[in-house]
């Protein structure tokens, strides 16, 4: 089975990657895998204090996935997973590429602002041509229906 791996973040632009996911995984009978990465310098504090701010983040996370899981399960009949990493986006998202052979396709949501496409889908483009599976960029700003009738 190919899965479609989109990441979980908090940026306005991940709702439509992850939309895009989840009917393309749908009707081609795919699958989805969410990551999240947790940023290392979240817990540079005390080992208590980063202890517990390690487990608010993980239950954020899930609280988060959640959310979009339902939607794929009521609405695509898709069955996502989660998986959780801490470190660097980038070099967490590549491992779990390698990790999951199972992966096909990696999915990003592009910013509609001023500003560009965001950190993320600009570091990955530049390395598109070594990376072992296609990008799919999903435009921030682009609507529900013509991402319905594009997938």
């Known amino acids: 089975m190919r899965k479609f791996l989109v990441i979980l973040d908090d940026t306005r632009e991940c709702l439509n990657a992850m939309r895009?996911?989840?009917m393309r995984a749908g009707r081609t009978g795919g699958g989805v895998t969410i990551l999240s990465v947790i940023p290392p310098d979240?817990?540079?504090?005390?080992v208590g204090v980063?202890?517990?701010?390690?487990?608010?983040a993980?239950?954020?996370i899930e609280v988060h996935f959640e959310v979009f899981a339902k939607w794929m399960r009521d609405r695509q009949n898709v069955h996502p997973t989660l998986v959780i990493r801490e470190g660097e986006t980038v070099p967490e998202i590549l491992a779990q590429i390698r990790e999951d052979a199972e992966i096909g396709v990696l999915v990003l949501g592009a910013g509609a602002d001023r500003k560009g496409p965001g950190p993320l889908v600009s570091q990955l483009t530049r390395e598109a041509g070594s990376?072992?599976?296609?990008?799919?960029i999903v435009p921030g700003d682009i609507s529900k229906e013509r991402l319905e009738a594009i997938t």
């Open 131 to 136: 990376l072992p599976v296609p990008i799919t």
């Open 42 to 46: 979240e817990f540079n504090h005390w």
């Open 20 to 22: 895009f996911a989840a």
């Open 58 to 60: 993980r239950e954020r």
């Open 50 to 56: 980063g202890e517990i701010m390690r487990a608010e």
